[in-house]
């Protein structure tokens, strides 16, 4: 799980036992150094919280699965392009939420989604992803949503829909 910064520490910590209560065998919190001591502190014993001190170390975390997105806060630029350009071509499972969502939102670069991501974001995570959707039905903005991106879509809400092309 690539999750996590001062502000948003509880994002982390919840991503992290989701994936550990939905059954994942091991999990790995990566989150910034600074952050590290404070967010391993809330995460139960089972998961493992390790700091990195730059994006750039984004590109060589390594598992079966990543979750990523929750809580990362505003991002540099720079990061933003690493974190686009490693999502574009990872070759894992990867659900996409949160600030990752509003950052490939605001890069303009939706083409990044691929048939391995599912993405969730929120109602206003999703104005933000299909701004021309605005204004139509939540189910036929969805549906329109998944012709045009090879992604699964799990749009959350009071009743959730989760879709796919085809």
Same mark, same amino acid.
């Given at each position: 799980v690539l999750a996590g910064s001062t502000p948003y520490s509880g994002a982390a910590v919840l991503a992290a036992a989701g994936a550990l209560m939905g059954g994942a065998? =091991? @999990?790995?919190l990566h989150v910034p150094e600074h952050a590290a001591g404070v967010i391993a502190a809330k995460c139960p014993?089972?998961?493992i919280v390790r700091g990195y001190?730059?994006?750039a170390e984004?590109?060589?975390?390594?598992?079966d699965? =990543? @979750?990523?997105g929750c809580g990362l806060g505003p991002l540099v630029p720079a990061a933003?392009?690493?974190?686009?350009?490693?999502?574009a071509g990872i070759p894992i499972p990867t659900v996409i939420d949160a600030d990752a969502l509003n950052h490939i939102a605001q890069s303009g670069r939706r083409g990044v989604f691929s048939a391995r991501h599912v993405i969730t974001p929120h109602p206003g995570e999703f104005r933000r992803?299909?701004?021309d959707l605005d204004g139509v039905s939540r189910e036929q903005a969805a549906r329109a949503f998944a012709e045009g991106c090879p992604a699964t879509l799990l749009l959350k809400g009071s009743r959730s829909i989760v879709t796919r092309r085809g």
């Open positions: 065998g =091991l @999990v790995t014993p089972e998961i001190a730059s994006a984004w590109p060589h975390l390594h598992g699965a =990543l @979750v990523v933003v392009e690493i974190l686009i350009d490693w999502l992803l299909a701004p």
